[in-house]
């Protein structure tokens, strides 16, 4: 077995040890460590990505000395280490941007597990990405949920401690739907192990038996996930959540954290439910209905709202919708145009929250609309990062937004009649709806102020890189994209 | 459509707001949105707060229903509980957990032999969720408070006699057992989790009874910290060699030894002993958080 197998592993145990070894560091050096292990994941990733491409490979990896179904696996594939590539490198990209608020707003002494908590979440992300055993996910999921938790009340002024109980009691019952559904899976099939889950619910699906515990549980455990991601009915902690916790967080939340659930979903999707099962199963409907709907009341209250980073949270619940609308139009181009909305959404928003964090902060704090005339001249490198990303959010041709949208039209051809005139529809309303909050958000950071002249502040070095590296990676795929994207429905055929 | 303009035009005007939450929001606005006053809720939400008090009642009944009748449906069609035929039962995993266990693992006790060597991993990341949910407790409650103010009630408790002679006979005894349930979790009912329980509270009575400032001599915030770091970092790595050796087909320096011994079963008594350190001292730091903010 090649060496480089082994790195899922080595990353997993080190973000693990290095949470634990951040507690007793200062601020400082922990932010080092995270910051490091965020790019060697990167690195690391890439390097096994390039591996199991070139070689066509998806094996087990197996923890501990007992094969399946006794002991823990992991999987390797192409899928699982582009993911995870793409979620590291958004990771270290967030803890540089962010890097300013973070000293600025957070405690001296609570700053040390800031970075204790991204790298519990780079660890999570990790195994939920990677794993193929129901139950071991589960048990990241929990860190995953405690660690958001944190980061978003490392702020600790009253509205943002209230907003991440929100957020607290909204995961905790996506918890505990999942367990609930893991649990009725557990009872009808007998095993944990994703492969040996799936060939026991074919099986079951065929002949009949259970069939009533077996489509309440796959109900259930999407719920649960879906409840953890934001999916429509259950996006309204995102707005407060968002809205008040430092942009840093903000940025890994919207990012990572909820899109490593849906990736979960995904894997679940094709790897225990079966992608038969779960297409004659009637949920993907659900999923598509709800994904419509969020899409267009997100937008809207996008809209409503005169407040930036509320205005980019309700607009993150409409982004969700895509990825689950695109999950419910069909198997094969609907979850490629999924996944790639997952990546694209995963490589803009970061960068919108981290650029809206440094346009309030020129203002000395201001969030509301009317007071950030102007800001875009104060601070240079956030108006043009914001401006950029608005734009991919709204789908200008050449950016990743554009792909994706392009993507689900052509996913709804696959599709019946009533999903592709729904899936047309949806669409066209929301890049209606989504030019007109975000062009009149980018007006209004450079309109003139009205009063006093702001000098001109000067940005960091380290978000400047990463607002570029946001914009450059954003481009790249906008322009060539296209062999990227063949490369990941291949993917997604042999997931 | 003219209402649309207008709208259009002061889109970005508070609505729905009262008078004194406005005020309240501009000074906000100017201090930077970065005052350690907790804010108010603002009067579009008091006016959703006062329709969600009267409705929530009456929807959360009807929701719980619902999912109750729902999952009772799918309950009464599931196998029966404890039946010789359910799919888990007829799957290999359980008869070979029960029967080869002990030679493979070296524990005696079953389930310390599958949460700490089959299904190591789950376990590995159970104890970094005790990890993280102390982490998040210290974000919460850390220097919340100032250290000098130390409420009176608990001094109160502390100078009782009763509390104290009975605190004296009964901690040695609750620390004795707690050790000897980790140190025994391979060879009979037990382990790290109910083990490190037991210690933490009886390090809790000590706390109650004789005040922190005893117990600080010996477990300040460094050393809490280092020792949770050691216990973490030992098991991290040992099962990392662990699984390392296992996924290449390499032999492991641990051997299952004789079952029933007390040096047996390879890994499983330093990673219970690990597991019970991090409990036992999550347990008291939750504690020492929750009381006064410090440890």
Same mark, same amino acid.
């Given at each position: ?495 | ?58 929807? %959360?009944?009807? /929701?719980?229903?619902?999912? &109750? #009748? =729902?999952?009772?449906?799918? !309950? ?90 009975? %605190?004296?006979? /009964?901690?040695?005894?609750? &620390? #004795? =057992?707690?050790?000897?349930? !980790? ?90 002993? %690990? ?21």
């Amino acid at each position: 077995m090649n060496f480089c197998l082994n790195f899922p592993l080595f990353l997993i145990v080190l973000s693990l040890a290095s949470a634990v070894i951040c507690s007793v560091l200062n601020g400082k050096a922990a932010r080092l460590t995270a910051i490091c292990l965020a790019a060697l994941s990167a690195v690391l990733n890439t390097v096994i990505l390039f591996y199991t491409y070139r070689n066509n490979i998806s094996i087990p990896y197996l923890m501990g000395h007992y094969p399946h179904p006794w002991g823990n696996e992991l999987r390797i594939s192409p899928m699982e280490a582009l993911f995870s590539a793409a979620f590291s490198s958004i990771l270290f990209l967030c803890l540089l941007g962010g890097t300013m608020q973070i000293r600025q707003k957070v405690q001296q002494d609570l700053s040390r597990y800031f970075y204790v908590m991204t790298c519990l979440i780079q660890a999570a992300l990790l195994v939920l990405v990677y794993t193929n055993d129901i139950f071991t996910g589960y048990v990241f999921i929990e860190i995953c949920t405690l660690s958001s938790c944190g980061i978003l009340m490392i702020r600790k002024n009253g509205r943002s401690t209230l907003a991440s109980v929100r957020y607290m009691i909204f995961s905790l019952i996506g918890s505990g739907l999942f367990m609930f559904g893991l649990i009725f899976m557990y009872n009808v099939t007998g095993e944990l192990l994703m492969p040996n889950v799936r060939s026991a619910v074919r099986v079951l699906w065929e002949s009949g038996r259970y069939r009533v515990p077996l489509l309440t549980s796959i109900c259930l455990m999407t719920l649960g996930l879906g409840i953890k991601s934001g999916l429509f009915p259950f996006h309204i902690w995102m707005a407060d959540t968002y809205g008040t916790a430092i942009p840093g967080a903000s940025a890994v939340l919207s990012g990572l954290v909820s899109k490593g659930y849906i990736f979960f979903l995904v894997k679940l999707i094709y790897d225990v439910f079966d992608i038969r099962v779960f297409y004659a199963s009637g949920v993907q409907n659900v999923l598509f209905v709800l994904g419509a709907v969020g899409i267009i009341l997100g937008s809207v209250s996008a809209m409503r709202e005169n407040n930036m980073p509320r205005m980019i949270a309700f607009s993150s619940a409409a982004q969700i919708g895509y990825i689950y609308m695109g999950i419910g139009i069909s198997p094969g181009l609907g979850i490629t145009a999924a996944l790639f909305q997952i990546l694209a959404h995963a490589a803009t928003k970061p960068a919108l929250f981290l650029a809206s964090g440094v346009l309030t902060n020129a203002m000395g704090g201001a969030k509301k609309f009317r007071n950030l005339q102007g800001s875009g001249y104060v601070h240079i490198w956030g108006g043009i990062s914001f401006t950029f990303e608005a734009f991919s959010m709204i789908g200008v041709p050449l950016t990743m937004g554009f792909m994706c949208k392009y993507l689900f039209g052509a996913a709804a051809f696959d599709a019946s009649v009533t999903k592709l005139v729904l899936t047309l529809a949806v669409l066209s309303i929301s890049t209606i709806l989504n030019t007109i909050y975000f062009t009149r958000s980018v007006i209004c950071i450079y309109r003139l102020p009205v009063a006093g002249d702001r000098t001109r502040e000067r940005s960091q070095t380290s978000f400047i890189f990463a607002a570029a590296v946001f914009i450059a990676v954003n481009l790249f795929f906008g322009i060539f994209g296209k062999s990227f994207i063949d490369a990941l429905g291949n993917c997604v055929t042999i997931f | 459509m003219k209402k649309f303009k207008e709208w259009l035009r002061n889109w970005d005007e508070d609505r729905f707001m009262f008078a004194e939450d406005k005020e309240m929001l501009e000074e906000e606005e100017e201090s930077g949105g970065d005052s350690w006053r907790p804010m108010t809720i603002s009067g579009l939400e008091r006016q959703e707060f006062r329709l969600f008090t009267r409705a929530f009642p009456v929807m %959360a009944g009807i /929701l719980a229903l619902v999912m &109750i #009748l =729902f999952l009772l449906s799918a !309950v009464l069609q599931l196998p029966a509980f404890g039946s010789a035929d359910t799919p888990p039962a007829k799957s290999g995993t359980i008869r070979r957990y029960v029967e080869q266990g002990m030679q493979e693992t070296g524990a005696v006790n079953i389930v310390a032999g599958v949460i700490l060597d089959y299904r190591a991993f789950d376990t590995l990341g159970e104890s970094h969720v005790l990890f993280a949910a102390a982490a998040a407790v210290f974000i919460l409650l850390l220097f919340a408070r100032d250290p000098q103010e130390s409420p009176e009630s608990k001094a109160i408790l502390r100078s009782d006699p009763i509390l104290r002679n009975t %605190a004296k006979v /009964l901690i040695p005894i609750i &620390i #004795l =057992f707690g050790s000897y349930v !980790v140190f025994n979790g391979h060879l009979g009912p037990g382990g790290g989790f109910s083990g490190g329980a037991i210690i933490g509270s009886g390090l809790i009575l000590y706390d109650m009874a004789f005040g922190p400032d005893r117990l600080n001599k010996i477990l300040t915030l460094k050393s809490y910290r280092i020792i949770v770091l050691c216990a973490l970092l030992f098991y991290s790595g040992a099962k990392c060699y662990s699984f390392y050796c296992g996924a290449n087909g390499l032999e492991t320096i641990f051997s299952p030894g004789t079952p029933g011994r007390i040096f047996s079963a390879g890994l499983i008594l330093p990673l219970n002993i %690990a597991v019970g350190v991090v409990v036992a001292c999550t347990m008291y730091g939750f504690f020492a958080l929750f009381t006064r903010e410090q440890i």
